[in-house]
T-cell receptor, first 112, second 112 residues
Framework: QQQVKQSPQSLIVQKGGISIINCAYE??????FPWYQQFPGKGPALLIA?????SEKKEGRFTISFNKSAKQFSLHIMDSQPGDSATYFC???????????FGAGTTVTVRA | DAGITQSPRHKVTETGTPVTLRCHQT?????MYWYRQDPGHGLRLIHY???????DKGEVSDGYSVSRSKTEDFLLTLESATSSQTSVYFC???????????FGEGSRLTVL
């Protein structure tokens, strides 16, 4: 079964709005939590990542929030733009071999 | 650009035929991975390699084999393709010791 559960499956947001995607995991050995962005016909591209020693990381309009006790993390896309329309994947891995376990993905559509 | 080239990018084949997908990297990274992407499942790890001739199974390895005879090339073989192996296959490398995975552009395989 999937080691990382992601929701929602899809979301639609107006331009300028906030997109929020949530992920949960069970394996306490995970210590690296990246988010990937994928456009149709392309490979996933690393967007932003966090390690469990911090509760939040921000890069531009993208923020990861991390709750270690709840084993949950989320991606917030502020001031969403049409160019942000893509599929987003959360993932997690342990330290030894970098094997990423992925969530099922969220398709984000930003309406102009 | 992580210096990853996948070939072929598109292939249509028939059930029962052997298929080999190639991943070539130009940056001499130790870790390489093969994932498959299917709707509703995100990306799932098939096999990975942690050095020349060193490989291990991922979560969906049945029906697949891999080989890595030199650092730059990681081959994925379907000995006898089945329709359930119709998918998009992504190769990835782990850059440095950060655990950051970078993906190729994908190989779309259709098994009729």
């Amino acid at each position: 079964q999937q080691q990382v559960k992601q929701s929602p499956q899809s979301l639609i947001v107006q331009k300028g709005g906030i997109s929020i995607i949530n992920c949960a995991y069970e394996n306490t050995a995970f210590d690296y939590f990246p988010w990937y962005q994928q456009f149709p016909g392309k490979g996933p591209a690393l967007l932003i990542a966090i390690r469990p020693d911090v509760s939040e990381k921000k890069e531009g309009r993208f923020t990861i929030s991390f709750n270690k006790s709840a084993k949950q993390f989320s991606l917030h896309i502020m001031d969403s733009q049409p160019g942000d329309s893509a599929t987003y994947f959360c993932a997690a891995s342990g330290r030894s071999d970098y094997k990423l376990s992925f969530g099922a993905g969220t398709t984000v559509t930003v309406r102009a | 650009d992580a210096g990853i080239t996948q070939s072929p990018r598109h292939k249509v084949t028939e059930t029962g035929t052997p298929v080999t997908l190639r991943c070539h990297q130009t940056e001499n990274h130790r870790y390489m991975y093969w994932y498959r992407q299917d709707p509703g499942h995100g990306l799932r790890l098939i096999h990975y390699s942690y050095g020349v001739k060193d490989t291990d199974k991922g979560e969906v390895s049945d029906g697949y084999s891999v080989s890595r005879s030199k650092t730059e090339d990681f081959l994925l073989t379907l000995e006898s393709a089945t329709s359930s192996q119709t998918s998009v296959y992504f190769c990835a490398i782990a850059r440095g010791d950060t655990g950051e995975l970078f993906f190729g552009e994908g190989s779309r395989l259709t098994v009729l």
